[in-house]
């Protein structure tokens, strides 16, 4: 390792601790510091992850299929 590149390496001011994942969401990805994140009965999502899929499984709202009953 050169000065040079001694030097930077104490000058960074982003460690590579900084790029570290706050958590997991409830699906198992990372996410970050400034990323908006929703909390839905108890696990975290990603906000623009969210469908209506996703949010009706978290909630544990049953979906039926539409019959016709003769």
């Known amino acids: ?24 969401t409830a699906d198992g990805e990372p996410y970050y510091e400034g990323e908006e994140i929703v909390e839905l ?7 623009d992850g ?3 899929d996703t949010i009706l499984s978290a909630l544990d709202v049953p979906i039926f299929t539409a019959t016709k009953e003769y």
């Open 1 to 24: 390792m050169t000065d040079s590149t001694l030097h930077a390496a104490y000058d960074n001011p982003f460690p590579p601790e900084d790029d570290a994942p706050l958590g997991l």
């Open 50 to 52: 969210l469908d209506a």
């Open 41 to 47: 009965d108890g696990g975290i999502y990603r906000y």
